[in-house]
């Protein structure tokens, strides 16, 4: 509930500042609040799981190799991104973004030394999680900002 209040509370002052951009005044960027903290929500997904441990040797191991890669891309992309924004909170972000990537990291050569070694695939389980992710135009300078409308 504290966390939805500090989102609320941010929304209403991103909300001021594009009515301000709308009307024509400029908008001073430094002033955009920064997200709350909030730990990420994790949701086990056990049928994923199951369904994938029901596969042959090979397919377990490629597809748990895949998953393991992309997620390491997934979490060095927000991690620079959040690190270049700066800020206590970006900044915290950030190293959760490096830790999550250096724990996949790991997983993936212990996989890799399993396989090469034949032995069964490791026990695993898949977990969905909602984190925050940011989109970056690299197009705008820093004190820049578009604004988009949608017309209903």
Known sequence: METAKQH????????QMLE????????????????PLNDFDV??????????AQSDRDT????????????MQLCARNQQIYAQMGG?????????????????????ERLKQSNRNGFKPPVFHYEKRQMNII?????LADNDCEVQRKIR
């Open 8 to 15: 609320l509370i941010s929304s209403k002052q991103v909300q």
């Open 20 to 35: 301000t951009a709308e009307s024509g005044l400029p908008v001073n960027m430094d002033n955009v609040p920064e997200l």
């Open 88 to 108: 206590e909170t970006n900044m915290k972000l950030s190293k959760d973004f490096k830790s999550l990537e250096l724990r996949c990291s790991h997983d993936l």
């Open 135 to 139: 989109q970056v135009n690299n197009d």
């Open 60 to 71: 377990i191991y490629r597809r748990l190799q895949e998953d393991l890669l992309r997620q």
């Open 43 to 52: 949701v086990r997904d056990d049928e994923l799981t199951q369904q994938i």
